[in-house]
């Protein structure tokens, strides 16, 4: 897919040929998606979270790849019915555990950005990191799952 900045024509296919910066971890989810040869072109993709560091770069990377995009968010109605059509759910919301088994069809990819500290009694620091994403539930019906902590995170390091 293309799209013309000046005379020149982007390739959104190889995000090191675009000419400005792209975010590191949107990039990387773009990266993930890639490397585990996941379809994107004419996929309906769905976005939670509208944030300007990671939600809507994703989304506009997502959308130059010819995916199909919506963005859930706080005010979107029935955000579970919107989720649950997607082929591919990308959760930047930061909201522990808010994507839960009902908001993923069956087989989708998923991938969980969200970074919450959870109170944990039981362990040495008192907490624990989760993402937004129920990953016990999720993992039963989703085809690829990032975990947190451990997923995305390292990743957009490397």
Same mark, same amino acid.
């Given at each position: /897919?293309? /799209? ?5 024509? @982007?390739?959104?296919?190889? =995000? ?8 590191? /971890? ?6 993930? =998606? ?18 300007? @560091? ?5 989304? =506009? @990377? ?6 199909? %995009?919506? +963005? ?20 930047? %919301?930061?909201?522990?555990? =808010? ?11 998923? +991938? ?20 937004? %994403? ?10 690829? @799952? /990032? ?9 957009? +390091?490397?």
């Amino acid at each position: /897919t293309s /799209t013309h900045l000046g005379n020149t024509k @982007l390739d959104w296919s190889d =995000l090191s040929k675009v000419p400005f910066p792209i975010a590191c /971890t949107p990039q990387g989810c773009m990266e993930l =998606l890639d490397r585990c040869n996941v379809e994107i072109k004419g996929k309906r993709a769905v976005v939670v979270g509208r944030s300007n @560091l990671v939600g809507m770069p994703v989304a =506009l @990377l997502l959308m130059h790849r010819d995916a199909t %995009v919506t +963005i859930v968010h706080s005010k979107t109605q029935n955000p579970q019915d919107v989720c649950k059509e997607a082929d591919i759910v990308i959760a930047a %919301v930061g909201r522990a555990g =808010l994507v839960t088994a009902d908001y993923i069809k069956e087989g989708a990819v998923v +991938i969980d950005v969200g970074i919450n500290a959870v109170d944990a009694p039981d362990t040495k620091r008192g907490y624990k990191l989760v993402g937004d %994403v129920d990953y016990e539930e999720v993992k039963e019906v989703a085809s690829l @799952l /990032t975990p947190v902590p451990g997923g995305v995170g390292p990743m957009t +390091i490397a």
